[in-house]
């Protein structure tokens, strides 16, 4: 199963260096997504992110893989955090969460989504 993820600027300046952050100091887990239904699950970046910087309003996107057996539903939760930095050096994290379900061999996103305050470093 692969999922699409797109982050859009929505602020007024640009972001540039746009990265996952790999590390959640609080769980003390390796990786770049934290799962909130199954601990057994393991997500894997597919395809990491399709540009380093935004401008405001420009979307990037990146992919997120996850071996199913056939058949097997799943309904999850995805955390994860980017780093990113604006145009005059200042470095910031935000935390997003996206819920998604596969049921049937088809899959959806859940409307049920955050975007957290970015926190500067």
Same mark, same amino acid.
């Given at each position: 199963?692969?999922?699409?993820?797109?982050?859009?600027?929505?602020? &007024?300046?640009?972001?540039? *260096?746009?990265? /996952?952050?790999?590390?959640?100091?609080?769980?003390? +887990?390796? %990786?770049?997504?934290?799962?909130?239904?199954?601990?057994?699950?393991?997500?894997?970046?597919?395809?990491?992110?399709?540009?380093?910087?935004?401008?405001?309003?420009?979307?990037?996107?990146?992919?997120?893989?996850?071996?199913?057996? &056939?058949?097997?539903?799943? *309904?999850?939760? /995805?955390?994860?955090?980017?780093?990113?930095?604006? +145009?005059? %050096?200042?470095?910031?994290?935000?935390?997003?969460?996206?819920?998604?379900?596969?049921?049937?061999?088809?899959?959806?996103?859940?409307?049920?989504?955050?975007?957290?305050?970015?926190?500067?470093?």
């Amino acid at each position: 199963m692969i999922l699409e993820v797109g982050l859009i600027n929505i602020g &007024k300046e640009s972001a540039t *260096n746009i990265q /996952l952050d790999p590390v959640f100091p609080d769980k003390k +887990l390796e %990786g770049y997504f934290i799962s909130c239904a199954y601990s057994e699950k393991k997500y894997h970046i597919y395809e990491y992110l399709s540009q380093y910087y935004a401008i405001a309003r420009e979307e990037v996107t990146f992919r997120i893989r996850l071996d199913l057996p &056939k058949g097997e539903r799943i *309904n999850d939760f /995805l955390k994860f955090i980017i780093k990113y930095y604006d +145009l005059i %050096g200042n470095t910031y994290k935000q935390e997003f969460r996206f819920g998604f379900y596969m049921l049937n061999d088809s899959w959806g996103y859940n409307l049920d989504n955050s975007s957290y305050r970015p926190i500067t470093n």
